[in-house]
């Protein structure tokens, strides 16, 4: 589907609308970022000479809220050089540029008259079939359009992101009752295929889905907390993965959110929803009015629940006493339910148990005592914030980072009986839950078939979950079938159409035997087998793949001959090897953390059709070895080798690699790898990681036709004794400078050595097996090294590189 929108003009340049154009530009939209003029000189500017009509001064707010963006942790860029699709401006001289747009997105403050006088300013410059829309976070769309024409108002719809925008994957799309059907299904396919969001569709009701429940749930738990006397990192401990929420659980939230941002969010749906029956319970506690009023905002202020200090030469993060308002050590509380309910494996047999333990435990007794009223909550609200409870889970899940909406976590503790325990506590359950308990249904969701079916409150029956069609599920192709081989690290699954794909679900999705046994047995049927005309390489795991699984090589250094463990490395090249030179195309889906040999499967793949969130590297150093794999072939085949077709000399360019891997950089996105060279230009980035398969399955399909694989010849260009001479230098000067350690020069002259071809005197052309041999020769001499094993015994014991 070819996609209208080419151009977005982004009125506002706060957090948001800086934030939402930046995504846009990320996903190659052209942008316009315009916000209003200041309304008097500042003394510098008055310094400067500047007067009322100088741009300078005109754009000061819109340059001030770019650069903040420019500058964002984490960043809001995908590269710096998506800068080049944006533009800055302000309201009075530059908005006649919104004629240009395909689409005018408002951002500007949260008053309902602003975005009136604005909107009426859009409608007189917009072009007649341009989408408008707000990202307001709560205020009524119908009012914000109230006195505009009824074909503005056909074209004119909420489009609320969530903070950030780059990184949380919902978008509530929000048509008002005179928006038109098409144009919502346009902004839901652009939104899902060009944004990479996930989209529910939500009613224009005050603060939509999200922010509505997400309200509640807040201020109904820090209530409790304080009138219960719950302490900020008790609640912390307990609120976060343990009950299937992001590592930031409650308070480390606020403070990442602005607690101010919350108390608004709140107040202003307090005054909202008079006909809502938990009204009261929305009202902010005194307690955080206090904390407001003393400026403990979070991060933005510089302290809120948490304060971050130096000591000992160490950063950590003080707590606030909810008592005395001061911030003192951590204590790091031992909460023996949080040990036990991890004990008891998913996220459903956790929350089953802490439910058990309410009576006899006072943390579970607070999850019990704000877990059940959140989920009945929820049935309240529906249909009156929504008509399906997959957009009510999806808001929450997408916009909040829960494992389990609401009513999916309702199904793993068992409706009926949650609903018996909610009675007990006289919680009030929404009647659709009761009249489809009474019809004999037990659970919101349930499977028919391959097809899952939801129960709609609407219809009083279940209705089939919306399915994107862009998105393979490879969970689905297993259900239907699909799947022809498997072991405990990965699977061979059949996509149709002539399509294999081996996937990776090993332990953190690392490359252990079992995978490459697997990657194998893929290679010999996509070779022996006429069916299959290519392969893809991809999964749903969190990462593509982190490379190498350390306890395997720390095991093999330990116990293994030399030869098993030189066995074992010329396996997994042979098996990349295969990928490059198969006879049938072979395409890369990666996603995530994607380093090490994850990056080495990927760079020995005909294509790669990456996440935009992909997190590309070489990082072997880190543990003290270099790429074994091809990784660092790769790279000089890629970055090194192409520019000696020139009269280019080689030393900036195997400078650049070898600073890439010797610092074991990793990519900040797939727009990044691609500068790094991880990438080539012909490689695919999608912005939705749950298209990835469905895409990759299309470039195996296209390569297929006419396909010719690699001609192996002496394509690696090695640049000889001086060139390493030369990094040898640089290594020197790191070591002196105290940047590098002795054993990191150790390291760095391994990788010098196979970087430029080993004992060359001259450069010359060799051939991709001659770097892999030495890659092998270096990796191995490593391993042997006592200091290697320190650094993959540190690494393995808690997570962060040692520097020996």
């Not at 010999?524 to 749903?540: A, P, Y």
């Not at 195996?700 to 001479?725: C, F, H, M």
Request: aromatic share 6%; proline share 5%.
């Amino acid at each position: 589907m070819t996609h209208r929108i080419k151009r977005v003009a982004v009125l506002g340049a706060g957090t948001m609308g800086a934030a939402i154009a930046a995504h846009a530009a990320n996903a190659g939209l052209e942008v316009e970022l315009l916000d209003i003029t200041p309304g008097e000189l500042t003394e510098e500017e008055e310094k400067k000479g500047l007067t009322l009509e100088s741009p300078e001064f005109r754009n000061r707010i819109v340059r001030e809220g770019f650069e903040q963006m420019t500058n964002a942790r984490p960043p809001a860029l995908m590269s710096k050089r998506v800068l080049e699709r944006m533009r800055i401006g302000n309201f009075e001289d530059d908005l006649t540029r919104i004629a240009g747009a395909d689409w005018v997105l408002e951002a500007i403050i949260e008053k309902l008259e602003p975005k009136q006088e604005l909107m009426a300013r859009v409608e007189e410059l917009a072009k007649h079939d341009a989408i408008i829309s707000s990202n307001t976070s709560g205020i009524p769309l119908h009012q914000i359009a109230e006195y505009r024409s009824e074909e503005f108002k056909k074209r004119f719809l909420g489009t609320h992101f969530f903070n950030p925008p780059r990184y949380l994957k919902l978008l509530e799309i929000i048509p008002t009752e005179d928006t038109d059907p098409e144009l919502v299904e346009e902004m839901q396919v652009f939104g899902e295929r060009v944004l990479g969001k996930g989209i529910v569709l939500a009613k224009d009701t005050p603060n939509f889905i999200g922010n509505r429940l997400g309200s509640f749930s807040m201020i109904n738990s820090m209530r409790y907390a304080f009138d219960e006397g719950y302490g900020v990192e008790e609640l912390d401990a307990i609120t976060g993965p343990m009950i299937g929420r992001p590592k930031t659980a409650t308070f480390r939230l606020q403070d990442q959110v602005g607690l101010d941002i919350s108390i608004g969010v709140a107040e202003n749906l307090y005054e909202a929803v008079t006909d809502d029956e938990s009204r009261e319970q929305l009202r902010p506690p005194a307690k955080l009015k206090e904390l407001e009023e003393q400026n403990l905002l979070g991060a933005k202020s510089g302290s809120g629940f948490y304060k971050r200090e130096e000591r000992n030469g160490e950063k950590v993060f003080d707590v606030l006493n909810l008592e005395t308002l001061e911030h003192e050590p951590p204590e790091n509380p031992d909460i023996p339910l949080a040990e036990e309910a991890q004990e008891q494996g998913d996220l459903g047999a956790r929350l089953r148990f802490i439910m058990s333990k309410a009576e006899e435990d006072r943390y579970a007794r607070f999850l019990r005592d704000t877990i059940l009223p959140d989920l009945a909550y929820a049935s309240r609200r529906v249909p009156e914030i929504s008509d399906t409870l997959e957009d009510v889970d999806h808001a929450m899940e997408w916009g909040y980072g829960h494992e389990a909406g609401p009513f999916r976590m309702w199904d793993l503790l068992g409706v009926r009986n949650t609903v018996d325990h909610m009675k007990s506590l006289d919680i009030e359950v929404a009647d659709w839950v009761k009249e489809m308990l009474d019809g004999g249904e037990e659970s919101f969701y349930k499977m028919e078939g391959t097809r899952e079916l939801q129960f709609s409150p609407i219809d009083g029956d279940y209705v089939p979950v919306r399915e994107d069609p862009m998105e393979l599920s490879l969970k689905k192709v297993r259900l239907e079938g699909g799947e022809i081989d498997r072991n405990d690290s990965a699977s061979l699954l059949d996509l149709d159409d002539g399509v294999l794909c081996l996937e990776i679900h090993s332990r953190g999705n690392s490359i252990d035997e079992a995978v490459v046994e697997m990657g194998s047995e893929a290679l010999r049927r996509l070779e022996e087998e006429d069916k299959w005309d290519g392969l893809v390489i991809g999964n749903e795991g969190t990462n593509f793949c982190v490379g190498a699984d350390l306890n395997e090589i720390a095991e093999g250094a330990h116990q293994e001959t030399p030869d098993e463990f030189e066995e074992s490395v010329d396996t997994f090249q042979r098996l990349l090897m295969g990928f490059r030179f198969a006879s049938k195309p072979v395409v890369a889906a990666p996603h995530g953390q994607t380093v090490g040999g994850g990056a080495e499967i990927c760079m020995h793949s005909d294509r790669i059709v990456a996440a935009g969130e992909t997190y590309m590297g070489l990082v072997e150093t880190g543990v003290g070895l270099i790429p074994a794999g091809g990784g660092t072939k790769e790279m000089v085949r890629r970055i090194i080798s192409p520019a000696m077709h020139t009269s280019a000399p080689p030393l900036p360019y195997v400078q650049e690699v070898f600073e890439t891997i010797a610092q074991a950089k990793v990519s900040g996105s797939a727009l990044n790898a691609r500068e790094m060279g991880f990438l080539k230009e012909e490689d695919r980035v999608m912005m939705n990681v749950d298209h990835l398969i469905d895409a990759g399955k299309r470039e195996v399909l296209e390569l297929a036709d006419g396909y010719a694989p690699p001609v192996r010849e002496k394509t690696i260009y090695a640049s000889g004794d001086i060139t390493r001479a030369a990094l040898e230098v640089d290594v020197k000067t790191m070591q002196w400078g105290r940047f590098a350690t002795e054993y990191d020069g150790v390291i760095a002259s391994h990788l010098a050595h196979v970087l430029t071809g080993g004992d060359l005197s001259i450069p010359q052309w060799v051939s991709e097996e001659y770097i892999l041999r030495l890659e092998k020769e270096a990796f191995l001499e490593l391993l042997k090294n006592e200091k290697t094993k320190e650094r993959i015994a540190a690494m393995l014991e808690n997570g962060k590189p040692l520097r020996n």
